[in-house]
């Protein structure tokens, strides 16, 4: 069959699944194109919702036109894929066949309540944050359980709302990717904020419904609102019985196929089977959107299916970071300082390779980019 006339169907409605409609269209595929989205809010952005739209500064979420791609648009859930047959079938119970299919539904927030209590609070979409920010804004304690970036992200936005924040962890804030040395710094930064930090190895329950404090080993804590940012899992219910998912999500090669031929995976969802762990970043899910939409196509993709960009704000703090991760050690520091929470930094690995850190200096990306391939040399 000619590339034209193939049915593709996108499971999904976020920016995988929105860059593998684009690029797909734009690599020259006529036929037809159908996306099937859960999210009752369409295609948007989810990097702001968790700094100024949380905030309070943005009040809606950024959201993408598809218009001009002339697409087909399901808002309904998938269900399950029979991928003999190629068909995906959703809630409503609505049969879509297809050619080719990229798989793109990303992943959920992570929860810890128990089965049957009610009341977590997680924030992974826009309904999430809708539902938060009130609550946060007549609130004046806030419990936070994970340090990682979303938990450090939603702290923040606490502390810049002048609420008192706890977060709770294992590892100290962002210890597990950017190591001790940026950890230490981000410590040393919320001194200076309203946000402290409880370690504990015991298992966080939380405590309540609605959801009114946490508990662990002896100790309650309570406050006017608590969140989980426990990680994610990747959205691969849909798919059991197809033999693509596994425990980690759904395995591709270096072109984003999946174990089936004619099926690809894109974002969060995915991880690169070499790799054997998913990297659920922006910068990931673009250049993995445009993979799968290239090679569903039969044609070269343009880019590697990796990037390893990615960007926090943590504390009035812009972080960007290109390069391998986890860090370890102390870093070369090629600008600024730390201590004055403006700097350019330089790790270096055991295998040659280097991660540049733009630690809340004003940095085109494209700058560290060539820095990391150049080793802290900057060229023209
Ligand atoms: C609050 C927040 C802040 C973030 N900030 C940053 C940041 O600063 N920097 C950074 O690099 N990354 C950040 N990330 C990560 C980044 O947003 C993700 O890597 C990216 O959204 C992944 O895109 P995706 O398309 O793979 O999946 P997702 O964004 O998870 O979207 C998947 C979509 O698929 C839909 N879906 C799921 N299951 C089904 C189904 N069965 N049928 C139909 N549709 C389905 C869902 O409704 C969802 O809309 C952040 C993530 C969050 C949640």
Not at 277 to 296: T, Y
Request: proline share 5%.
């Amino acid at each position: 069959m000619s590339s034209s006339g193939r049915r593709i169907v996108i499971v999904g409605d976020s920016i995988a699944a929105c860059t593998a409609a684009r690029e797909l269209r734009a690599r020259g595929h006529k036929g037809s194109l159908t996306m099937i989205g859960a999210d009752a809010d369409g295609c948007y952005a989810r990097p702001p919702l968790s700094k100024h739209v949380l905030k309070g500064e943005a009040v809606e979420a950024e959201t993408w036109d598809l218009c001009d791609l002339d697409i087909t648009t399901i808002v309904d859930r998938a269900v399950s894929t029979d991928t003999e047959n190629r068909i995906v079938t959703t809630a409503a119970g609505t049969d879509v066949p297809y050619d080719r299919l990229i798989v793109a539904t990303g992943a959920a927030a992570r929860r810890i309540a128990a089965p049957d209590q009610a009341g977590e609070t997680v924030l992974r979409t826009f309904d999430d944050v809708r539902s938060l920010r009130p609550r946060l804004d007549a609130a004046q304690t806030a419990i936070v359980v994970g340090a990682g970036f979303l938990g450090m992200e939603v702290a923040s936005a606490c502390a810049a709302r002048g609420i008192a924040v706890t977060v709770v962890d294992v590892d100290p804030p962002l210890q597990r990717l950017l190591g001790s040395f940026l950890s230490d710094a981000i410590v040393a930064r919320a001194e200076a904020s309203s946000v402290q930090f409880v370690r504990t190895n015991a298992p966080v329950a939380l405590v309540g419904e609605p959801v009114t404090g946490i508990e662990f080993a002896d100790t309650k804590l309570a406050a006017d609102v608590v969140v989980t940012c426990a990680g994610d899992v990747p959205q691969t219910d849909w798919l059991d019985g197809a033999g693509i998912a596994d425990r980690i999500g759904v395995g591709v090669d270096y072109l984003c196929a999946t174990a089936i031929p004619g099926v690809f995976a894109a974002g969060d969802v995915a991880y690169a089977r070499a790799a054997s762990r998913r990297a659920p970043f922006w910068s990931n899910a673009v250049a993995q959107g445009k993979v799968a939409a290239a090679s569903a196509l039969g044609l070269e993709p343009t880019c590697a299916p990796t990037d390893d960009y990615f960007w926090t704000e943590i504390l009035g703090l812009s972080i960007k970071v290109v390069g391998p991760l986890p860090l370890q050690g102390e870093p070369t520091v090629l600008e600024g300082s730390v201590d004055d929470g403006s700097a350019l930094l330089q790790w270096n690995h055991e295998d040659g390779r280097a991660t540049i850190v733009a630690y809340g200096m004003k940095k085109a990306v494209g700058l560290l980019r060539k820095l990391a391939r150049n080793n802290g040399v900057p060229t023209t």
